[in-house]
């Protein structure tokens, strides 16, 4: 990880002052080893049933052409161990230290990513439309199950921009490239979460030339309630009804996967 940075003790809830202090102030969290190495074990074989079975295709398809498609034929969170991802306690435990007590899931990706994927440009992944303040938190918690190394693409993020008010492409321009202050994150073991506030811009920056290894990614969204949300699915009340049903709240968090927080769905322009 360059520049250092100070790291929490692997999987520790709850969160100390120190932690809830430089999330505040720098936007990101950095959890080493937080998830249980049996979750992650079976959390690898289901990623790779999303990719190789062409579910992940699918589900983009009915982003993109929700009138042709429909809903996906199975759902990220329809697979048993990604579905115990999502409310998994410590995990929840943290996000009500960060950013309060209530608040509603909005959405679950997943993939295998390979070792040679293009860099993601700076953005951020707030959901707001048009953006005009930050007084509602939103958090992604990114899960690497096998880590992150020399042999993988990297985390990039620029502390403290969550503070700003700005379109999710306003550094689009710049590319991956280097910019003052960032931090590079690009050593992680195995079940790492680096959990984001959502305005904060990131980068994923390509790993150099070589054989490299694949990237296996989870990413989870969290919004705090209060305020309508803007959904980034079609099928998001698919979605939602059948967390409901499966009982992926475990009974503790009423609010997580009920449809009164957010907006009607409005397809990106």
């Known amino acids: 990880m360059t520049p250092s940075t100070t790291l929490p003790r692997a999987g520790a809830t709850p969160l100390d002052g120190d932690q809830l202090d430089q999330f505040a102030r720098l936007g990101y969290l950095v959890l080493p080893g937080f998830l249980p190495d049996d979750l992650v074990s079976r959390l690898v074989p289901?990623?790779?049933?999303?990719?190789?079975?062409?579910?992940?295709?699918?589900?983009?398809?009915?982003?993109?052409?929700?009138?042709?498609?429909?809903?996906?034929?199975?759902?990220?969170?329809?697979?048993?161990?990604?579905?115990?991802?999502?409310?998994?306690?410590?995990?929840?435990?943290?996000?009500?230290?960060?950013?309060?007590?209530?608040?509603?899931?909005?959405?679950?990706?997943?993939?295998?990513?390979?070792?040679g994927i293009a860099?993601?440009?700076?953005?951020?992944?707030?959901?707001?439309?048009?953006?005009?303040?930050?007084t509602h938190p939103m958090v992604h918690a990114l899960h690497y199950l096998d880590g992150l190394d020399e042999d993988t693409s990297s985390l990039a993020v620029l502390p403290g921009s969550h503070h700003e008010v700005a379109e999710k492409n306003a550094r689009a321009h710049l590319g991956t490239g280097r910019l003052p202050g960032e931090v590079v994150i690009d050593s992680l073991p195995r079940g790492s979460t680096v959990v984001l506030h959502s305005a904060l811009f990131h980068a994923r920056r390509p790993r150099p030339d070589g054989p490299g290894k694949d990237r296996y990614f989870v990413d989870a969204s969290y919004c705090r309630t209060g305020t309508l949300w803007p959904p980034v699915k079609p099928y998001w009340?698919?979605?939602?009804?059948?967390?409901?049903?499966?009982?992926?709240?475990?009974?503790?968090?009423?609010?997580?996967?009920?449809?009164?927080?957010?907006?009607?769905?409005?397809?990106?322009?």
């Open 237 to 269: 009340r698919h979605m939602l009804s059948r967390a409901r049903e499966l009982g992926l709240d475990r009974g503790r968090w009423p609010e997580l996967f009920a449809e009164r927080h957010f907006t009607e769905y409005a397809r990106p322009s």
């Open 46 to 115: 289901e990623v790779d049933r999303w990719v190789d079975e062409g579910l992940r295709t699918q589900s983009i398809a009915c982003c993109v052409e929700p009138q042709l498609h429909g809903n996906p034929p199975v759902l990220e969170l329809e697979l048993e161990a990604h579905g115990e991802l999502i409310a998994h306690p410590p995990l929840m435990d943290a996000i009500t230290q960060l950013m309060g007590a209530e608040f509603v899931f909005h959405h679950l990706h997943s993939d295998r990513q390979p070792p």
């Open 119 to 134: 860099g993601k440009p700076w953005h951020h992944d707030y959901e707001q439309t048009p953006q005009t303040d930050r």
